[in-house]
């Protein structure tokens, strides 16, 4: 899906003006947002995802906070109390997040660890904006992390299907469509 995460970062990359401060959570979709967010510089920019710390270490005019905790390889973050503890002591303007899966208007992941620590994100900010490929609807995950309508804006590629859009949009949450190239 790396042409829908494009289109996706690039959408979000417009809703971002300098001076802010955000979290990015540990996604691959808001990872390809992270490589975008020098265009947009000065800004603060939070997360517990190893990738997107590597994309953004060094680059002029990002001020880079890693939330630390326990690694966990198989989400290349840092997750857990100690993570928790660390987003708690911190307000962003915007969290720019994705999730495994959307199943009858919630949003899901795999691990327990990772909810707590995206409940945590959300709490920290002013904005959520939830960027989701067009396949996350078709997939489950195990554990609830929040309803689709505890995000502002979510963000989709044209990919998704029109019963979909329909649900999304007649939840009340505000939804932008782009399209992919």
């Given amino acids: 899906m790396t042409s829908e995460k494009s289109a996706l970062a690039r959408a979000a990359l417009g809703l971002v003006k300098p ?3 955000l979290i990015v959570d540990d996604s691959t979709t808001a990872l390809a947002l992270a490589g975008l967010l020098s265009q947009r510089a000065p800004l603060t920019v939070i997360t517990n995802f190893v990738p997107v710390i590597q ?14 905790g326990a690694y966990y390889p198989a989400y ?3 997750l857990g109390i100690r993570t928790i503890d660390a987003v708690n002591s911190l307000r962003a303007d915007t969290l720019f997040a994705s999730t495994t899966a959307i199943t009858r208007g919630h949003c899901y992941h795999q691990s327990q660890e990772t909810v707590g620590v995206k409940r945590a994100l959300m709490e920290a900010c002013d904005r959520k904006i939830l960027l989701v490929d ?10 609830q992390l929040a309803p689709v309508t505890a995000f502002d804006l979510v963000i989709v590629d044209a990919g998704i299907s029109a019963s979909e859009l329909d649900t999304l949009q ?4 505000e939804v932008l469509v782009v399209g992919v190239e």
């Fill in 76 to 78: 290349d973050a840092f």
């Fill in 134 to 143: 067009h396949t996350k609807f078709q997939r489950r995950g195990l554990y």
């Fill in 55 to 68: 994309v953004l270490a060094g680059s002029p005019g990002i001020e880079l906070i890693s939330l630390g």
């Fill in 19 to 21: 001076g802010q401060s």
């Fill in 170 to 173: 007649a939840s009340g949450v």
